[in-house]
């Protein structure tokens, strides 16, 4: 173990990345689904092993290829990405065992193999982002995983999600092309791609607000928002979350928006605040507007919905406005509500996406007029979509409460009352979207689309389960959740100028 756990960062990458590989020579989807079982259970005991060493011991510098940084690719640890690389790892881990019969069910056999070896690819690229220290290296790891989205999305069972592929896939490239030329600009300005010695560099040779600088940060800040579906730049979503196979959807949904913010901030807080004060920038009043737009515009969009997937998805849209706006708050209440939003986003939107999953495998209909009655039919499912539910309203209980309850601090401390209204209306709009569908579920007669169905065999309820006990939980405890993001918060802040 002790010649082991040294090399966590670079285990933490290699150990999905051969997985990835030796998946795609499988020819048999369930010997497929058994490595990426295991492989996907053994990367949170890895992240977890790294969060402990970081809040033990500092920040883990890991040196690639025996380059000292900054000439060489660093993998960076501290509490922020040790808080990102545990949420998606764990998310990864609980929710794989609903991947067996859902992929089995909605997914030809001869490609069962491939969707495991571009999830293990997805989840390669997803955890890089996350751990390197290095900005290019970061960008190659977008790549990664980007592609193997697109892949993800393309395997859907609607010929729908084609399209679907193809409208992210030009989509992200653009995000991509924006996110390569701002790095290229800090390259040129500072002559390092190391994103800790990037920092001192700027602060050092460019203190307060260049036009250089800031076009650097303008063009990170828009590449990196199309990747994270920030409202207007969502248009990708709806339809890459609607056609989907349903496990790849959930993945998706929790963790791929979560890591392109988490580098949004890691570029904002950490890059950039050393140079000059994000806060004191126009950028900070347009991701507010752009914030409420999306918490206001996509929640109506969602009330009026009928493809539960697709309501789904514009809620995505709505919740990513709840995080970017604590971001654009920027004092510790208000970030410390989008970081905790992370985490509670993710639970959630996996227990929606898994509880929609699992009526499509029992009975197929989306149009929400065919799931009704689908309460009495498929109770344990219906009430962890309940749980789940009302934790994105912000119900006292849950963990979507404890997010909207900083950030509503967040925007008093600011002074800024009318946004507490906001965040409390645009909760009412989720009230609307989610109420429709309980309504439809408990209240009326079971329709004859779903007369034969059933809640899902125990491997697809058990992870469903867990993910809204979690939703309740994080409500009740928030040690891990908010304690962890308001440290993380406070160290961010404590490193902006």
């Known amino acids: 173990m002790k010649a082991v756990w040294p090399h966590l960062p670079a285990l933490q990458v290699v150990i999905p990345l051969i997985g990835a590989l030796l998946a795609g020579f499988m020819r048999r989807g369930t010997t497929a689904f058994a490595l990426a079982l295991v492989v996907s259970w053994l990367m949170p005991v890895i992240a977890v092993c790294m969060l402990w060493q970081v809040l033990s011991s500092g920040t883990i510098s890991y040196h690639l290829g025996g380059w000292e940084p900054p000439w060489g690719i660093e993998y960076r640890v501290d509490a922020l990405n040790g808080f990102v690389?545990?949420?998606?790892?764990?998310?990864?881990?609980?929710?794989?065992?609903?991947?067996?019969?859902?992929?089995?069910?909605?997914?030809?056999?001869?490609?069962?193999?491939?969707?495991?070896?571009?999830?293990?690819?997805?989840?390669?690229?997803?955890?890089?982002?996350?751990?390197?220290?290095?900005?290019?290296?970061?960008?190659?790891?977008?790549?990664?995983?980007?592609?193997?989205?697109?892949?993800?999305?393309a395997l859907g069972p609607d010929r729908r999600a084609l399209v679907a592929a193809f409208q992210y896939l030009i989509m992200g490239t653009i995000g991509a092309t924006f996110y390569v030329i701002g790095v290229g600009l800090l390259y040129l300005l500072t002559g390092t791609l190391n994103m800790a010695d990037m920092a001192v560099r700027l602060a050092e040779a460019w203190p307060g607000q260049s036009p250089a600088v800031i076009a650097a940060l303008t063009f990170v800040t828009v590449g990196v928002s199309l990747k994270l579906a920030l409202f207007p730049l969502h248009a990708w979503?709806?339809?890459?979350?609607?056609?989907?196979?349903?496990?790849?959807?959930?993945?998706?949904?929790?963790?791929?928006?979560?890591?392109?913010?988490?580098?949004?901030?890691?570029?904002?807080?950490?890059?950039?605040?050393?140079?000059?004060?994000?806060?004191?920038?126009?950028?900070?009043?347009?991701?507010?507007?752009?914030?409420?737009?999306?918490?206001?515009?996509?929640?109506?969009?969602?009330?009026?919905?009928?493809?539960?997937?697709r309501m789904l998805a514009y809620s995505s849209v709505a919740q990513i406005g709840y995080i970017t706006l604590g971001i654009a708050l920027a004092n510790q209440a208000g970030l410390t509500g989008g970081l905790v939003h992370i985490v509670n986003h993710a639970l959630m939107k996996a227990a929606l996406f898994l509880a929609v999953g699992a009526v499509f495998y029992r009975a197929c209909p989306m149009n929400l007029t065919d799931l009704a009655g689908i309460g009495r039919r498929m109770p344990l499912t219906m009430t962890?979509?309940?749980?789940?539910?009302?934790?994105?309203?912000?119900?006292?209980?849950?963990?979507?409460?404890?997010?909207?309850?900083?950030?509503?601090?967040?925007?008093?401390?600011?002074?800024?009352?009318?946004?507490?209204?906001?965040?409390?209306?645009?909760?009412?709009?989720?009230?609307?979207?989610?109420?429709?569908?309980?309504?439809?579920?408990?209240?009326?007669?079971?329709?004859?689309?779903?007369?034969?169905?059933?809640?899902?065999?125990?491997?697809?309820?058990?992870?469903?389960?867990?993910?809204?006990?979690?939703?309740?939980?994080?409500?009740?405890?928030?040690e891990w959740t908010a304690g962890m993001a308001s440290t993380v918060a406070k160290a961010l802040l404590g490193g902006v100028r």
């Open 384 to 478: 962890a979509f309940t749980i789940a539910g009302f934790g994105l309203v912000g119900t006292p209980g849950t963990s979507g409460f404890i997010s909207k309850w900083y950030l509503a601090i967040g925007a008093i401390e600011r002074g800024w009352w009318p946004l507490v209204i906001a965040i409390m209306a645009s909760s009412l709009l989720a009230l609307l979207y989610v109420g429709r569908v309980l309504e439809v579920a408990w209240l009326r007669k079971p329709s004859p689309a779903i007369a034969d169905a059933s809640d899902p065999p125990l491997s697809m309820l058990l992870p469903l389960l867990v993910l809204a006990l979690a939703t309740i939980y994080f409500g009740i405890d928030t």
């Open 85 to 153: 690389l545990v949420l998606v790892s764990v998310v990864g881990a609980v929710i794989m065992p609903f991947a067996r019969r859902s992929v089995a069910f909605e997914i030809a056999a001869p490609q069962r193999a491939w969707f495991y070896c571009m999830y293990l690819l997805c989840l390669t690229g997803l955890l890089g982002i996350a751990i390197t220290g290095d900005a290019f290296n970061a960008f190659v790891f977008l790549e990664i995983s980007s592609l193997s989205t697109y892949v993800l999305i």
């Open 237 to 309: 979503l709806p339809n890459a979350y609607a056609y989907a196979p349903s496990w790849a959807t959930a993945f998706l949904a929790a963790t791929a928006t979560k890591v392109a913010i988490y580098l949004l901030i890691r570029f904002l807080f950490s890059v950039f605040g050393a140079s000059i004060d994000v806060r004191a920038l126009p950028l900070s009043d347009i991701l507010m507007a752009l914030s409420v737009a999306a918490m206001f515009i996509a929640s109506t969009v969602a009330v009026f919905e009928r493809n539960v997937k």
